[in-house]
């Protein structure tokens, strides 16, 4: 009846907000801090403000050429399609010099000319290709050189000529044809009527037509990528990283590959890890670019955990010793006017270890910006979120380290798992003002029932457990409301600032069924009613020199689960998070970019506003995680 009342509210609220006001809505992955793309930006580990090379290729007159093959050259090595009107785009260029050329079949390859790309954002750039003269030679090359090598037709002047101009089939017309080369002279010479003649012409146009169909599939992708070799580790206490007996770290191994498009970019990513919990995890999403009427993206993922140790209760709590989730999204952000945006979109996940398996989490948002000229925003959302205890071992992050699932979990109580459902209300407001400072302000109520309680080092037998394993449970229900505002600041073009302060005021009603064995072992998560305090400041920051990125994340609350297992009332306390990246300067000697990357938690949930109040604070005794290795990306 509760979650009847609470979806009848939140469908009013939805229905007046859009009859009453003319809002503007996006659905975004950080609701609370992405109030601005600024804000979003500050909650990623990615270069502060990603380089972009923009241009047009033309021909002497100033017409756009399409199909011509542009390539960059410099720290990393790209390649580009010009579409209909002759644009080509290369992005996430690393800052510095690029040599810029672009090639097209009956025009002369241009001279190369070196562009500066700066980190500040994006780089403009127009080639001129000359049209090449008529009696000029330029052998025709099928697929691996094979077929019949013939003088190409003079140049007609209509540009409706069928012939492929991709970067593949670019490359096999130019393909070097070393023993093939001899045998040219002597192939073209054959009679027409020949059987050989015939024989090679049929396989030389199979070839061709072959490789035209395979190049046409990728004609606007340029493929780019990451490799991560990484090693994982937990602790308690800092001496465990040197003892014997601490846990034995875990390889990790990380593959993402991305297939930026004309209209929208494709990604592939990918993580495994093996021992004796041997797990991987496997995500794919399609993202389509802005500006466009509908800004649409989805995505699906599936992972798998499965565990050989000797952890009793490990094996007990899993099926066949083994995990598996699969999640799927779709969003969509439908830019109604341009001051009026309507955001909608769902996810559902499926976790074989639940009673109820299928969990739905839909949202909506309404964003108006009632002056064109003015950057202030007004957004109002609605969402109701489903999540399984131990979910953050399967979704993929939405930021930050990806890791494949490096834990097990088993239920503190034979209740059996009980997903938590959180719904939530939301009014926010920002501007930005002079020197790039954006402030917001925002008030929300939430509804929650079954908040998920996460203990590490609970006692099983006369020992505690492993850093490697936790119990899980339900707190029960309670009611939560409250405001918060927003500072953040972007000084120069390698430093950016977020501070963000929460008060909220919560009650609890009910009890669960694992209420009785909750009051034994951590007390201190039995609430009535308070106010909680929160302060989370994040640095992202690139130091020039070196080439070292920064992100550190720190929270400050006042209402912690006490670490005590005697402890009866929470406490304040404090969770961080800090990536180093360090360039190699010395590892460059190819297209790709080597780094080194350094990372110490205590966080456990991801520090998403989309939470409820309680998701980090119900997690006693988090354990730190030490993340080290080698970042390739090319």
């Not at 670019?289 to 992972?303: D, I, K, L, N």
């Not at 912690?560 to 404090?574: I, K, L, R």
């Amino acid at each position: 009846m509760m979650r009847i009342r609470s979806w009848s509210c939140i469908g009013v609220i939805v229905w007046v907000g859009v009859a009453a006001t003319p809002a503007r809505a996006q659905v975004v992955a950080l609701p609370q801090l992405a109030l601005t793309s600024e804000l979003k930006a500050s909650k990623t580990t990615a270069p502060i403000k990603p380089s972009e090379l923009k241009g047009v290729v033309t021909d002497e007159a100033g017409k756009p050429l399409a199909g011509a093959v542009v390539s960059a050259l410099g720290s990393t090595s790209a390649f580009a399609v010009s579409n209909e009107e002759g644009q080509f785009t290369f992005r996430s260029l690393a800052p510095g010099p690029y040599l810029i050329r672009a090639h097209l079949q009956n025009y002369l390859p241009s001279r190369g000319r070196v562009v500066q790309v700066s980190a500040a954002g994006r780089t403009t750039s127009t080639i001129e290709l000359t049209r090449r003269p008529s009696d000029s030679t330029d052998p025709s090359v099928l697929a691996a050189g094979v077929g019949i090598a013939s003088q190409p037709a003079a140049a007609t002047g209509d540009d409706t000529e069928q012939h492929e101009h991709d970067e593949v089939a670019w490359r096999l017309r130019r393909l070097k044809r070393s023993v093939l080369k001899d045998a040219e002279a002597s192939i073209a010479e054959l009679d027409d009527d020949s059987v050989l003649g015939d024989s090679l012409t049929s396989v030389g146009r199979a070839f061709g037509d072959s490789a035209r169909i395979a190049t046409s599939l990728f004609s606007d992708l340029s493929l780019t990528g990451q490799f991560n070799l990484l090693t994982s580790t937990s602790f308690d206490r800092p001496q465990d990283l040197f003892s014997l007996d601490g846990p034995t770290p875990r390889g990790v191994a990380y593959l993402a590959i991305a297939a930026p498009g004309t209209s929208g970019d494709w990604t592939m990513r990918g993580s495994m890890t093996q021992g004796e919990l041997a797990s991987w995890i496997l995500a794919g999403s399609y993202v389509r670019h802005q500006p466009a009427t509908h800004a649409y993206e989805a995505g699906v993922s599936y992972s798998m955990q499965r565990y050989i140790g000797g952890n009793g209760e490990a094996l007990a709590a899993m099926r066949d010793g083994s995990r598996n989730v699969g999640a799927m999204y779709a969003m969509d952000n439908w830019r109604v006017t341009p001051t009026l945006q309507i955001g909608y979109g769902a996810k559902y996940a499926r976790y074989d270890y639940l009673e109820d398996r299928g969990l739905i989490s839909p949202r909506a948002t309404v964003t108006l910006q009632p002056d064109p000229n003015d950057t202030l925003k007004v957004r109002a959302s609605v969402m109701h979120r489903e999540v399984a205890p131990g979910a953050e071992e399967f979704i993929p992050p939405s930021m930050g380290l990806w890791l494949p699932p490096e834990r097990t979990f088993s239920q503190i109580s034979h209740a059996g798992f009980m997903p938590e459902r959180h719904d939530q209300v939301e009014i926010a407001v920002d501007r930005q003002w002079s020197n790039h400072v954006i402030v917001g302000f925002r008030a929300f109520t939430e509804q929650v029932e079954d908040q998920v309680v996460t203990i590490f080092g609970m006692a099983i037998g006369d020992k505690p457990s492993e850093v490697g394993h936790y119990q899980v449970g339900s707190a029960g229900d309670f009611s939560a409301h409250g405001w918060g505002v927003t500072f953040s600041r972007t000084v120069g073009e390698r430093l950016r600032a977020t501070v963000d302060y929460t008060q909220a005021q919560t009650t609890w009603r009910g009890s669960s069924s694992d209420a009785d064995i909750l009051a034994m072992v951590v007390p201190s998560v039995r609430r009535s009613e308070e106010r909680i305090h929160d302060v989370t400041a994040t640095v992202e920051s690139v130091l020039a020199p070196t080439d070292t990125r920064l992100f550190v994340v720190y929270k400050v609350n006042s209402a912690y689960a006490a670490s005590g297992f005697g402890d009866t009332s929470p406490t304040a306390g404090v969770r961080f998070d800090v990536q180093v990246n360090q360039a190699l300067p010395f590892m460059n000697f190819t297209s790709a970019h080597w780094e080194m990357l350094v990372a110490v938690s205590n966080l456990f949930k991801e520090a998403l506003y989309e939470n409820s109040v309680y998701d980090e604070l119900m997690v006693v005794r988090p354990p730190k995680r030490v993340l080290g290795g080698v970042t390739v990306r090319f």
